[in-house]
T-cell receptor, first 110, second 115 residues
């Protein structure tokens, strides 16, 4: 099945650092969602974006809906150990099928 | 709200046996999705329902897989007969899809191991 490209695939960062990741597609989407998945758990919704150019925050997390509608970005400020996990983007076009990204695995060094 | 509830959390079965996974969506959500997650293929949509009616089952791997939604609060995914390659984590998700809200909320998943 189709998957969105996420970058980076994985990253190690120091506690307190800011983190940036992105998600790109060859197709246009009208909704972008960002999820975090902890080991052994289901994906948990972090942020939903509905308009091109939209910038939305949830605590230390900020996500943006790309102007081209083919990409989205997630930033985490002042990372903490509990930010460890896999971050997934998901795009939605005219159908009800959410297309998920390949995931960015984040590891935080205390 | 209790969220999406899936059972069992873990299932180990022998090849050839029938497996039934269960899901209770969030009350009031009209859309229900079944996903499968593997390392190789990531999160794949298997099937989704709207108001208990299957809308798109093009992601169902083969005839061994079937899904039902007899009412708004319950859905099952059945594999018969199961094979080792069916080993994966299966997620159920639901969405309200009202007022422009298009977020999908996931359950904790069922980890299936077929030996």
């Amino acid at each position: 099945g189709q998957q969105l490209n996420q970058s980076p695939q994985s990253m190690f960062i120091q506690e307190g650092e800011d983190v940036s990741m992105n998600c790109t597609s060859s197709s246009i989407f009208n909704t972008w969602l960002w999820y975090k998945q902890d080991p052994g758990e289901g994906p948990v919704l972090l942020i939903a974006l509905y308009k091109a150019g939209e910038l939305t925050s949830n605590g230390r997390l900020t996500a943006q809906f790309g102007i081209t509608r083919k990409d989205s970005f997630l930033n985490i400020s002042a990372s903490i150990p509990s930010d460890v996990g896999i971050y997934f983007c998901a795009g939605l076009s005219g159908t009800y099928k959410y297309i998920f990204g390949t995931g960015t695995r984040l590891k935080v060094l205390a | 709200d209790a969220g999406v509830i899936q059972s069992p959390r873990h299932e180990v079965t022998e090849m050839g046996q029938e497996v039934t996974l269960r899901c209770k969506p969030i009350s009031g959500h009209d859309y229900l999705f079944w996903y499968r997650q593997t390392m190789m293929r990531g999160l794949e949509l298997l099937i989704y329902f709207n108001n208990n009616v299957p809308i798109d089952d093009s992601g169902m791997p083969e005839d061994r897989f079937s899904a039902k939604m007899p009412n708004a609060s319950f859905s099952t995914l059945k594999i018969q007969p199961s094979e080792p390659r069916d080993s994966a984590v299966y997620f159920c998700a639901s969405s309200p899809w009202t007022g422009g809200a298009r977020e999908a909320f996931f359950g904790q998943g069922t980890r299936l191991t077929v030996v």
